[in-house]
C-alpha cells in the first residue's frame, strides 16, 4: 500500500488496516517458524506497510499535514 492510500482512510479504517496488518505479519512470522512461508519477502512488505500506517496516524496525532507532492 502506498502511504498516500493510508492518508486517505479515516481514523477507524485506519486503525482496522493496521490491525489486519499486524494479524498477518504474525501468520506469516508462525508460517516461516514452522517453514511453511513460500514468500519471505511478504514479511518485510507487510513490516513496512505498518510503518507507514503508523506514520500517518502520529502525524495526525501531532496534528502535521504532510506534503501531498511527494
Known sequence: MDI????????????????DLRQRKFELT?????????HPDEI?????????????LRERQLGIHAKEGR
Do not use: W
Open 44 to 56: 518485510r512488505i507487510v513490516r513496512k506497510d505498518i510503518a507507514k500506517g503508523e506514520t500517518v
Open 30 to 38: 508462525r508460517a516461516k517458524a514452522v517453514g511453511n512461508l513460500e
Open 4 to 19: 498516500k492510500e493510508f492518508r486517505e482512510l479515516t481514523d477507524e479504517e485506519l486503525a482496522s488496516k493496521l490491525q
